[in-house]
């Protein structure tokens, strides 16, 4: 017997697990901890009760222990790694201590966001231009991808494939099974033979077993299947073995016997091929077997049907209207419904039926009897419409006019009307249409009986009045304004025959009476808005414009310049006065009512007769719509109203020059100086007469006497230019350098001093006088780009790289040197930098619509096109981007868009020679000679200044005295090529 062991019943040792040398861990239970707390009689301690337990907890614990203050311990940001003051007491004064702290944070926050936000917004925009995302990187190749075609995707080799050879797409055959293979397979039980799980649907979708033809699609049979009741065309006998009518197929076809001919199938279908073949053959000098019209009716009978089924059953449709007619017989709009929906089916005798019916439920409904006349064949629907007459009472002017439509006869037409005109005399379209089948003659009889019978239809008024002589037309116009005192068409009317009887007279030589009918439209247009007030009418000034416009469209301007001088003032107020006039004569120019828009010009400048950009305004649209005499004209007024706008001045000085005169244009000048005895303008205007006319030695004295009375920095740069065009370089340099004294700060000076050294082939002196100039106007792009291209000329790439660099310093965001740099690299023969030079010039200028027309010709071609999207995006109506994109069209030879873009571009900037250029060298290879003239024409009218190439071709010396037509020319010979 075992001895006990000494340690059984003993207290375990303290901390003693059982089982933890076997690695055993300890556990806790219920029964070790006590019973739970009731959730209801759980309290939330107090913060004075949570700080009193910490106290007591570190009393216990023999206080708090030494904290390390250290300095490795210390951060200059966050301080020590542990509290400094958490053995203190937290109270009031330590909250409201933390709550100032933090409002003082809270508002130096605020003080300071906005600069902040700012400051990281462009930081991360400037990071984002530096190193642009993946994404953004290759978001144009991306794009490129919607191009890709399904072929070319497929072509793409695979990975394991790069290589290799692309693998050719094999080509999968099909080859017809023989009749024997099909016939054994079904007598294998292979194949059914017909497909009764997808039988003959409502449209007849299912065709014959082996054949690809339908019913449907059979050519010829003019009605859809019902009943097979229409054989082919050319056939006498319907489909053999069809004995069934079509809805449902319920019955087998008689004669099949389960076995498949299919010997009989192939000829069948060579016999219909055979008969769609003749039919489609049989087109013979423009004319065809085809019944169109049928066919066209065919369509729209399917439409219809097709229609009907997408809504619903037609059974259901019918059931319901068929309850509709039942419950409320009198009611049309059921019986009208019932038989559209029948006609709709393709039952049309049904439809009949229901609709006479109709007639006979609702005798009195006059939309019911049109409609069974117009579902009546001819022979029947003239015996429909005398019951209709009949039973309507002789008062429908719908059913006579619907009468009249069913007679053939033009004899038995006047019959019905007449009759119809005894029944009701005052219905005014029964003698509209009654007028329309006589002749003028006896039209004017029955027009004189109409108007006794409706004194109050105008239009028969002004028809009686157009058909008689002028006498008469007076006094019937007179009786008209007595019947019908608040139209106005009337009065308008009586003026139109006052002007055409003036004009009339005028043509036979009678000027002065045709001036004084002329005069009296005036009169009656004034007396017509008196009366019309009278009457209590109310003047709509919209719609007596839109009169206006009418009568010049009819020619019968002084008419419409009449009515508009009346109703110009009416309904306006008096401070928007100025503004609604100018629209109504811009309104006036694009409605091409061009003597509307003059009377409102007379008119508003009599108003506002101190107001030069009205005459300006007026004289810009006597240039483009009027002649040379009006123009002429209305400058002469102009001048004397405002003699300080020089504009005028020179605008008639000038037209008398391109007109031939230039005496006159001399006298306009000189009377020019007499108002304005300081002006450059005047100055200028009267040396490029003289130096164009040849006269040089007046030009110089002008020139001269400028210099003294108005010495501007233009006028000094005028002379040394006549002077450096007649050859005297020494005498232009010494103006020049004396002019630089004066004006220093203007850079066109020292850009001539220099271009005047470089053609003597002073590279040195033009070098130096471009750096003097520079070191003068450091702003001045034109002087370190031609100080650039100077050293281009001497093969100094480096120095002109070196020169355009600083150029780019000294004038941040400026496009011009940027672009000039990509040209200096590209002149070297270094193509990739210069569009990385590009790329940086996109990222400094982004919205420069001169960088991006030029970037986008140095990409490769399949790029150009993303890369002018991306330009579009950019500068949307930027001329140069547009000009960019016509020659990308050009290129292409896509002549139409090209066309069209040349447009829009020389419309948004028609100062922009170089598209004058672009778009005559286009109709050069592209248009026919009235093209080319027109945007010759234009050219000439727009009269451009500005563009690289223009003004590079235009200020060349041997160049000064040519004209815009010659400087088209020569500018489009001098384009670079596009490739």
């Known amino acids: 017997m075992s001895k006990a062991k000494n340690f ?208 449907a699609s059979i050519g010829g049979t003019g009605t859809v299947i019902p009943g097979m009741a229409t054989a082919m065309p050319g056939t006498q006998t319907a489909y053999s073995g069809i004995g069934t009518a079509y809805p449902g197929m319920s019955t087998a076809m008689p004669g099949y016997s389960g076995q498949l001919n299919l010997g009989e199938i192939g000829h069948a279908r060579k016999t219909m091929m055979g008969v769609k073949l003749d039919q489609a053959g049989g087109a013979v000098s423009g004319q065809t077997a085809l019944d169109t019209l049928g066919y066209l009716t065919d369509l729209k009978a399917n439409a219809a049907r097709n229609a009907m089924n997408n809504i619903g059953d037609i059974q259901k449709g019918r059931l319901l209207l068929k309850r509709v007619r039942q419950t409320n017989p009198k009611k049309a709009d059921a019986w009208i419904a019932s038989a559209g929906l029948e006609e709709a089916d393709r039952k049309l005798q049904a439809a009949r039926n229901i609709i006479m019916k109709g007639t006979e439920a609702c005798p009195k409904s006059e939309e019911v009897w049109l409609e069974a006349i117009r579902l009546m064949p001819p022979t029947q629907a003239k015996a429909v419409a005398a019951q209709a007459i009949t039973s309507i009472g002789k008062t429908s002017v719908k059913l006579w ?30 003698w509209k249409a009654a007028v329309d089948l006589e002749e003028p003659k006896d039209a004017k009889i029955l027009l004189q009986r109409a108007v006794e019978c409706c004194p109050d239809s105008v239009e028969l008024w002004l028809a009686l009045a157009h058909l008689e002589s002028y006498k008469n037309a007076q006094a019937v116009l007179n009786k008209a304004r007595l019947a019908c005192p608040t139209d106005r068409t009337i009065w308008i009317t009586a003026a139109k025959l006052e002007e055409s009887m003036g004009t009339l007279l005028s043509e036979e030589g009678k000027a002065d009476e045709g001036n004084v009918k002329v005069a009296n439209v005036e009169k009656i247009v004034q007396t017509s808005v008196k009366s019309l007030k009278a009457n209590g009418v109310e003047i709509n000034r919209e719609e007596w414009v839109k009169e206006a416009v009418k009568a010049e469209h009819s020619k019968r301007v002084a008419t419409a310049q009449a009515i508009m001088r009346a109703v110009i003032g009416l309904g306006v107020d008096d401070e928007d006065v100025k503004s609604q006039w100018i629209e109504d004569a811009d309104n006036a120019v694009k409605n091409e009512a061009h003597a509307c828009a003059r009377a409102v010009y007379a008119h508003m400048l009599a108003k506002f007769s101190g107001d030069d950009s009205l005459w300006l305004k007026a004289a810009f649209f006597e240039k483009e719509h009027g002649t040379p005499e009006t123009l002429d004209e209305h400058l002469a007024r102009a001048v004397r109203f405002c003699p300080q706008a020089e504009v005028l001045w020179l605008m008639g000085a000038k037209q008398k020059w391109i007109n031939g005169d230039i005496v006159g244009a001399q006298k306009i000048l000189a009377k020019a100086f007499a108002s304005n005895p300081n002006s450059e303008e005047i100055w200028l205007a009267a040396i490029k007469l003289e130096s164009q006319t040849g006269q040089f030695k007046r030009a110089q004295d002008l020139l001269e006497r400028a210099r003294e009375k108005a010495g501007t920095a233009r006028v000094w740069w005028k002379s040394a230019r006549l002077e450096w065009e007649l050859g005297h370089l020494q005498t232009a340099m010494d103006l020049l350098a004396e002019a630089v004294k004066i004006h220093g700060d203007e850079p066109r000076l020292w850009m001539m001093r220099g271009q005047i050294q470089a053609q003597q082939g002073n590279v040195d002196g033009a070098r130096a006088l471009y750096a003097q100039g520079r070191k003068a106007n450091p702003k001045s792009a034109i002087l370190w780009i031609l100080a650039a291209r100077l050293e281009i000329v001497a093969g100094a790439f480096t120095r002109a790289r070196s020169l355009l660099e600083k150029g780019r310093t000294q004038i941040p965001g400026c496009p011009e040197l940027w672009l000039e740099g990509c040209r200096v690299e590209a002149k070297a023969g270094f193509e990739q930098n210069a569009k990385t030079l590009m790329a940086r010039a996109l990222q400094e200028c982004p919205d420069s619509g001169l960088l991006w027309s030029n970037s986008i010709f140095m990409e490769a071609k399949p790029a150009r096109r993303t890369r002018s999207v991306d330009a579009m995006k950019r500068c949307e109506h930027n001329p140069l981007v547009l000009l960019a994109v016509a020659n990308l069209f050009h290129l292409e030879r896509k002549t139409q868009k090209a066309r069209s873009w040349y447009h829009k571009t020389v419309k948004l900037d028609p100062d922009l020679g170089d598209a004058w250029a672009e778009y005559y060298r286009f109709e050069l290879k592209f248009g026919t000679d009235e093209q080319r003239e027109a945007v010759i024409k234009h050219c000439e009218s727009a009269e451009p200044r500005h563009g690289e190439v223009w003004q590079r071709v235009a200020k060349r010396i041997e160049n000064w005295k040519m004209s815009t037509h010659d400087l088209l020319l020569l500018t489009a010979k001098e384009l670079p090529e596009l490739v």
């Open 8 to 215: 059984i019943g003993m207290p375990a040792p303290p901390g003693y697990v059982a089982g933890i040398g076997r690695g055993a861990s300890g556990f806790t239970t219920r029964s070790d901890i006590g019973p739970s707390s009731d959730a209801s009689d759980m309290t939330v301690p107090t913060q004075q009760q949570v700080q009193a337990a910490v106290r007591k907890m570190q009393s216990e614990d023999g206080g708090v222990k030494d904290e390390n203050l250290n300095d490795t311990n210390y951060d200059e940001f966050s301080g020590y790694g542990g509290s400094l003051f958490n053995t203190g007491n937290f109270d009031k004064d330590d909250d409201e201590a933390d709550s100032i702290y933090e409002a003082i944070e809270e508002r130096q926050d605020e003080r300071r966001r906005a600069h902040r936000e700012r400051y990281e917004k462009e930081q991360l925009l400037k990071l984002r231009k530096e190193r642009p995302k993946i994404q953004q990187q290759f978001a144009d190749l991306k794009r490129q991808l919607t191009d890709v075609s399904a072929e070319e995707w497929a072509n793409i080799p695979d990975a394991a494939d790069i290589g290799k050879k692309v693998k050719k797409k094999r080509l999968e055959k099909f080859t017809a099974a023989p009749d024997s293979f099909l016939d054994a397979a079904r007598g294998a039980g292979g194949m059914t033979a017909l497909h009764t799980a997808s039988s003959f649907s409502s449209g007849t979708a299912t065709s014959f077993a082996g054949t690809d033809t339908s019913f």
């Open 401 to 430: 006019l619907r009468a009249r439509e069913l007679e053939t006869d033009k004899k038995a037409k006047r019959a019905v009307l007449r009759k119809a005109l005894e029944t009701i005399p005052d219905a005014v379209p029964l």
